[in-house]
C-alpha cells in the first residue's frame, strides 16, 4: 500500500494538539542506513542521537505477510470497513465498531482496547514472530551488541485506528527498567507504509541524554506501590492528575520540548523500515488523521548475557498484571 501526503497542507497533532513544525524544533530523523554493517558507527549514533532510522532493513515480502495475517485478523473480528480490501486495513470509524460489539459501554476505554490489541493481532502470529525474532533482527542486534542478543517474549502490538489520538510521549525505561537498562533497545516496526497522515512515530532528539528525565522520571517503576500507605495513589493515578494521562512526561507535546530541548523527528516510513532507540529516549505517536488503520509494533532486545525484566519473558509473560506488581516500603 503506498500512501502520499501534502505535507504542506496537513498539520500534524498529538492528542489533538497541534505540533509545531518550526525549524528550530521540528525536523527528519537522521537515515542510518549508509552505516547498516558498520556496528562501531551505529553504536557512535545510537550513543550521539538515542536512535537510529534504517530503512530497508527488513524484507518488504515478509512485512507484507505479517501484515496480511494481522489484517485478515481484523476482519474476522469485523474491524474493517465493509467492501474495502483487507490488506488496506481501512478501519470501521471507532464509534460504530463499538456499536456493533458492545451494547453501552465507556466509549474512550473500547477504543484504548482496540489501539492496542497484543493478544489478539500478535499471539501465536507466525509471520510476525518471523519478522520480529528471525535471523534478520537477531542478527543485527547480535551484531551490535557484539554478542549473541536475545529478545523480550511479549510483543507490543499497536492498531491505531482511524482520526484516533497517537501516544503521549514518554520513556520506556518506566516500563521495563528492573534488569537490562543500559543496552535494552526498543525496535519500531511499521506494518506497511506509514506517512505522516497515519501518524508514525516521533522522537525527541538527544532526549536520552537529559539528566533530569534519566536520574528522575525514567527511573520510576509503573508497577511499584507502597506497601504500607495503601490510602496513596499509586504512580499511574499521580501522574494522571498531575499531567492527565499515565505516562506523560508534561501536559502537551510542545511543552515537552521546551522543558527538553531538542527536535521533534519524524517521516514518512516505508515497509521494511525499523527505528530502534533506547529505552531513555522520549518518544510519542501522532495522530493519525486517515481512513486506515495504522499497524505497528515495538519488540525489545539486549545482550543474552544480561538479566531481563521477568515481566516480559516466558510462554505468557505477566506484563502489569498482579504477577508484574512490587510492594515497596516507603
Known amino acids: 500500500m503506498t500512501l502520499t501526503t501534502d505535507h504542506a497542507q496537513l498539520t500534524l497533532r498529538v492528542q489533538g494538539d497541534e505540533l509545531s513544525t518550526a525549524e528550530p524544533v521540528f525536523g527528519e530523523p537522521r537515515d542510518s542506513s549508509d552505516a547498516l554493517t558498520d556496528y562501531r ?69 473500547y477504543q ?22 528471525g535471523s534478520t533482527m537477531m542478527s543485527f542486534f547480535g551484531n551490535f551488541f557484539g554478542e549473541p542478543a536475545k529478545h523480550f517474549d511479549f510483543t507490543w502490538f499497536r492498531s491505531t485506528f482511524p482520526h484516533s489520538k497517537g501516544t503521549r510521549p514518554h520513556t520506556d525505561a518506566i516500563f521495563m527498567g528492573r534488569a ?37 522520571y525514567s527511573t520510576t517503576d509503573v508497577d511499584a506501590h507502597c506497601e504500607n500507605r495503601p490510602e496513596q495513589p499509586d504512580w ?32 514518512d516510513y516505508a515497509a521494511g523500515d525499523v527505528l530502534i532507540f533506547s529505552i531513555f529516549t522520549v518518544h510519542g505517536s501522532l495522530d493519525n488523521q486517515s481512513d486506515h488503520i495504522r499497524l505497528s509494533s515495538d519488540s525489545r532486545y539486549q545482550p543474552a548475557s544480561k538479566p531481563a525484566d521477568a515481566r516480559w519473558v516466558g510462554d505468557n509473560p505477566p506484563g502489569h498484571g498482579d504477577g508484574g506488581k512490587r510492594g515497596l516500603i516507603c
Open 41 to 109: 558507527e551505529l553504536n557512535r549514533r545510537m550513543s550521539e542521537d538515542g536512535y537510529l532510522l534504517l530503512r530497508g532493513l527488513l524484507p518488504a515480502e515478509q512485512v507484507r505477510q505479517a501484515r496480511g495475517e494481522v489484517t485478515r485478523r481484523l476482519a474476522e473480528q469485523g474491524l474493517l470497513k465493509p467492501n474495502t480490501p483487507p490488506e488496506e486495513a481501512v478501519g470501521l470509524p471507532v464509534e460504530e465498531a463499538r456499536r456493533q460489539h458492545e451494547r453501552g459501554g465507556d466509549a474512550s476505554h
Open 236 to 267: 499511574w493515578a499521580r501522574n494522571r492528575q498531575t499531567n492527565g494521562d499515565d505516562v506523560a512526561i508534561g501536559p502537551d507535546i510542545n511543552t515537552i520540548q521546551e522543558m527538553v530541548g531538542g527536535r521533534w523527528l519524524t517521516t
Open 180 to 216: 537490562e537498562r543500559e543496552q535494552l533497545f526498543t525496535a519500531w516496526t511499521p506494518m506497511g507504509d506509514i506517512d505522516r497522515r497515519q501518524g508514525g512515530l516521533l522522537i525527541l532528539e538527544g532526549s536520552h541524554r537529559h539528566p533530569g528525565l534519566r536520574h528522575g
Open 112 to 133: 484504548r482496547r482496540i489501539d492496542f490489541m497484543p493478544d489478539q493481532l500478535a499471539r501465536n502470529n507466525a509471520p510476525l514472530n518471523e519478522l520480529l525474532y
